[in-house]
């Protein structure tokens, strides 16, 4: 019966948690391999331990060469996905209503135009100091 109650997923990441997940193996691996090292060390084993030292280099040079490779891909969405969204997004009443609010939703204090008086009183200078405290 769990195949009648399939649910489109509301949030998608669009792939961006799997170069988390790939730096994590890649830690994991070579963790493994230093303890492996140290294990072989231990149990006086210079043959195994001799032969596992290249693991963590090649690791490392396969998690460069996935960068390189691979983690363009997931910084950014293809262009028929932004497309789409735009699409949707253009024929979306409650989004361009958002949009239209959002202009005047925060208006920084220092952006605002200060209009001055001169009959609202003495003008001072910036650099006088009050020396009545």
Sequence with gaps: MS???VYES??????KFWPVVHDA???SLVLMHVIAVGI?????LPW???LT???PI???IFNSYCQRRFLPIFKGYPAECLINKDRLDRTDPTISSFYEQLVTAYQDPSMKSVRY???SGSVQSLLHRNNDH
């Design 10 to 15: 509301k949030v998608d990441t669009g792939g």
């Design 117 to 119: 008086s001169e009959a």
């Design 48 to 50: 195994a331990s001799s």
């Design 40 to 44: 072989f060390g231990l149990k006086k």
């Design 25 to 27: 193996t890649i830690f």
């Design 58 to 60: 090649l690791t490392l």
């Design 3 to 5: 195949v009648l109650n």
């Design 53 to 55: 030292i290249p693991l």
